[in-house]
């Protein structure tokens, strides 16, 4: 096994002596530093096919020390799994606040799902299967839910009810959206001639098709 490097907190660290936000720190680091190890790792060889083994040598720290963090690795898949929720969240708040009508905002939140070179490939769908199985599978699935349907609440309450179709709430709208965005995930998944970003823009702009012209709100 390779050598801990700095970042690593050996067991019996924390001693009085050292600042309390420089332990933090240096928790936060070691923890980023093999998530982002084990999420490449993910990507390239797939969540079956890595062992906890795997992430100790690539990430170079002690097996013992990364499992005083991550007691297995469905930990870090966890741990993967809300960072993913946590990114998802922050793009739903870009696009509320750089959107200058409903039609606008939901159409940026669809868009940006897709920006830049992302892998299709079957490896990837396994991991992002493992993902979404722990944001929907355990007792911290209800918090991700809410926390992603809450961003969408708001990206629609942003400008009125004048800007939802007549008889909808933020609420019901929200709904469809979500599940929009998860349908589109699962079939993705499960299907290997599905095309993702094909269908996820074509259901984006269904949906934006629902809301009320900009013009109709003056």
């Known amino acids: 096994m390779s050598s801990e490097r700095a970042i690593s907190v050996p067991s019996g660290v924390l001693t009085k002596q050292a600042p309390q936000g420089r332990v933090d720190r240096r928790v936060q680091e070691f923890r980023a530093h093999v998530l982002e190890t084990a999420e490449s790792l993910f990507a390239e060889r797939g969540v079956e096919a890595t062992k906890i083994d795997d992430i100790c040598i690539e990430a170079d720290v002690a097996k013992r020390t990364l499992c005083n963090h991550f007691p297995t690795k469905a930990h870090i898949v966890q741990a993967l799994s809300r960072d993913a929720v946590s990114r998802m969240v922050v793009m739903i708040d870009d696009a509320r606040t750089s959107g200058a009508s409903a039609r606008e905002r939901v159409s940026l939140l669809f868009t940006s799902m897709f920006e830049g070179e992302v892998p299709r490939g079957p490896i990837q769908r396994e991991s992002v299967g493992a993902f979404f199985h722990v944001a929907h599978g355990t007792p911290d ?3 991700s839910e809410i926390r992603v349907s809450d961003a969408i609440l708001l990206l629609l309450q942003e400008g009125g009810a004048d800007e939802l179709p007549a008889g909808c709430s933020a609420e019901t709208f929200a709904e469809v959206i979500l599940g929009a965005i998860y349908s ?7 299907r290997d001639d599905y095309d993702v970003e094909t269908r996820t823009a074509e259901v984006g ?11 109709a709100l003056d």
């Open 205 to 215: 702009r269904f949906i934006v098709s629902l809301l009320p012209e900009p013009a």
């Open 141 to 143: 699935a209800a918090d």
């Open 184 to 190: 589109t995930t699962l079939e993705w998944i499960h």
